[in-house]
C-alpha cells in the first residue's frame, strides 16, 4: 500500500505501527520520525517565515477570514506519489490543508485514493484513531499493541498522582494573543494530577484575556505555543514575561508542544509523563530524555524580569 500523510500526527502513528516504509509523502511539518523527514513534502505554508507570533495570529485570521487556506498542496507530488491511501483531517483549519480541497483533488486523480479523516478532540478518540489508522493499513495486531502500551503508561500516570493535591494549571496554547488550550489537553491536565482553570475537555481552544487568565488564580501556567518546542515556548514567556507575571503563577513551565501537546498521535501519553512530573515530581519520575525525550524548561520569572530593568 502507498500512503500519504497530510497530518504529522498521521506520520508518526504509521510509523509507530510499523507501516513506515509505505508512507511516499508528508507534509512540510513532519519531524518525527527522523526517517519522515527525507521524505517527498506534499504541503506547504502560505504564511511567511520569521513571523512574531502576534503577526503569525494576524495572518491566520486574515485569510482564514477571506475564506483562504493556511496550507497548500503540491498536486504534481501527490500525483506522482501515486497513493492508495490518504490521511488527512478536518478538525482544525490551521493546521492542516483543506479538507474539502483534499478530496476535490483525490477525485481528479487518475487512481482516486481512499481517504482517511483523523478528528479527534479527546484522548480516547485519539486512541480509536490509532486502531482506526492500524485497520486502514493492515497493522490490526500492532495497533491493538500501541493502544494497549498507552493505555498502561496513562493508567500508571493516574494512579500515581491519585490522592494528591490538584495544582492549578493554566495552559496557553497561543500568548499573542493568548489563547487556552482546548481538546484533549484539558483531559491531559486532570490525568496528570491538576485542574484546568482555562479550558474544557473535548472543547476547542479559545482567545481568552490576560484578565481572564489571572482571575483563574493558576497555580502553574505552562506554555505550550501551538507548533513550537520548548525552547521557542520560553522564548515566547520571555517577550511576554510582564503579561505572564501579572498572572501570579507561582510556577511557569515551557513543554515541548509540537512533539507531545500539539499532536494528537502516540507521544501525546509522553507529554501526560511530562506534565505528570512537572505537577508532581514527588510522584512521578522525570520522563528519559535525549533527543526524542520530551523536554519542560522551568522559567525563573525574577530574572527574566531584572534581565529587562
Known sequence: MRIASLVPSATETLFALGAGRD??????ECDYPPEAVELPHLTRSVVPEGMSSGEID????DRTERGEAIYELDVETLRAAEPDLIVT???CAVCAVSFEDVRAIAEELASPPELLSLDPTTIGEVLADTGRVADAVGREEAGTELVALAADRIDAVT??????????VAALEWLDPPFAAGHWVPQMIELAGGEDVLGLPGERSKQVTWDEVAASQPDVVVSMPCGYYAERCAQEVALHHERVAFLGAGEV?????ASCFSRPGPRLVDGLELLAHVLHPDRVPEP??????????GIDMDA??????
Not at 58 to 61: C, G, L, M, T
Not at 159 to 168: I, K, L
Not at 253 to 257: R, W
Request: aromatic share 0%.
Open 253 to 257: 513551565v515551557a513543554v515541548d508542544a
Open 304 to 309: 527574566l524580569a531584572g534581565a529587562t530593568r
Open 159 to 168: 494512579a500515581a498522582v491519585e490522592g494528591a493535591r490538584r495544582p492549578r
Open 89 to 91: 483531517q478536518a478538525l
Open 23 to 28: 508512507v511516499v509523502g508528508v507534509t512540510h
Open 288 to 297: 528519559a530524555t535525549g533527543p526524542d525525550g520530551p523536554r519542560a524548561i
Open 58 to 61: 494576524r495572518a491566520v485570521r
